[in-house]
C-alpha cells in the first residue's frame, strides 16, 4: 500500500454547538463564524470548494469568496469557464468551507445566478492591473499547447490596454449563490459531531440537528 492512514485517527476536542446558541439567521451565523476563522490561523479563510454538475459530469473546484450579503454568497470567474457552462446548463450547485484548524466546516447549496454588471464592474474596478490583464489574458478551462501562449496575451493586452482604465472583460463577472440549505458542522470527541443545518422553507429559516 502506499499511503495507509488507517491508523489515523484524529479526535476533534476543540468545542460544541447548541441549538441555543445559533442564530435564527444562517448568514449572521455565518458571519460570525467567518470572523473567528479569520482571528484564527487559517490561510484563506475565503476559499471554498464550489460543485457543480451538468447532469452528466460533477465538478469541483477551489473559488474565493468575495462578498456575502442578504441574498448569498459571491465569487467572480469566468463567465465561459467549465464550471460557468455546467452552471447554465444546471444552476444547482454547492460549496464547502474546510476550516479544519477549527474543527469546522460549513455546507451551503443554493441556485447561481450571476450578478448584476455593474457589481463587476465595481469589483473589477478594485482589482490590481495585472489581474486584471491576467483576466483578459485566460481563456479559462480551455486547452493551450504551452505557457508561452498565455503569456504572449498577457502581453498584448498590456499593450492594448496601455492607457487607461481597462474595462471588465465581457467574459468575465461575479456569480451569487443563493442558499437553500447552509450547515454548520463542528467537530466533537467520539465522532459524535454537533451537526446544524438551516434550510428556506416558505421563505423562512428552519433549524434543524441532523445526526454525524
Ligand atoms: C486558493 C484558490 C483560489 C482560487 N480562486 C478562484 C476564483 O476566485 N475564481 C476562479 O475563477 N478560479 C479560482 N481558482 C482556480 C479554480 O480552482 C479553477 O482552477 C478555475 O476556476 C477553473 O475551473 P473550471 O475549469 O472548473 O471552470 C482558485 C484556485 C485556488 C487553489
Redesign the pocket.
Known amino acids: 500500500m502506499a499511503i495507509d492512514l488507517t491508523q489515523d485517527r484524529p479526535e476533534f476536542l476543540q468545542s460544541g454547538l447548541s441549538h441555543d446558541e445559533l442564530n435564527a439567521d444562517p448568514i449572521q451565523q455565518f458571519e460570525l463564524w467567518f470572523k473567528q476563522v479569520t482571528e484564527s490561523d487559517i490561510i ?1 479563510p475565503s ?1 471554498m470548494s ?1 460543485a ?1 454538475s451538468d447532469g452528466l459530469e460533477v ?8 462578498f456575502v450579503d442578504d441574498k448569498g454568497f459571491v ?4 463567465y465561459a ?6 452552471i447554465e446548463s444546471n444552476p444547482q450547485v454547492a460549496l464547502l468551507f474546510p476550516w479544519l484548524a477549527l474543527e469546522r466546516q460549513v455546507k451551503i447549496s443554493g441556485r447561481v445566478e450571476k450578478i448584476s454588471m455593474l457589481e463587476s464592474v465595481n469589483y473589477f474596478a478594485t482589482r490590481p492591473k495585472d489581474s486584471q490583464l491576467g483576466a483578459w489574458a485566460s481563456r ?2 480551455s486547452k493551450i499547447s504551452s505557457r508561452q501562449i498565455l503569456l504572449a496575451q498577457f502581453e498584448a493586452m498590456k499593450n492594448k490596454f496601455k492607457e487607461g482604465q481597462i474595462p471588465l472583460p465581457d467574459f468575465w463577472g461575479g456569480y451569487r449563490v443563493i442558499p437553500h440549505s447552509i450547515e454548520f458542522w463542528q467537530g466533537r470527541e467520539n465522532r459524535l459531531h454537533d451537526r446544524f443545518i438551516y434550510t428556506k422553507s416558505n421563505n423562512k429559516w428552519v433549524l434543524d440537528r441532523l445526526a454525524p
Not at 465538478?59 to 468575495?66: C, D, E, H, Q, W
Not at 465569487?75 to 469566468?78: L, Q
Open positions: 484563506e476559499a464550489l457543480t465538478s469541483l473546484r477551489t473559488v474565493l469568496l468575495k465569487f467572480f470567474t469566468n469557464s467549465k464550471k460557468a457552462k455546467q479559462q478551462s
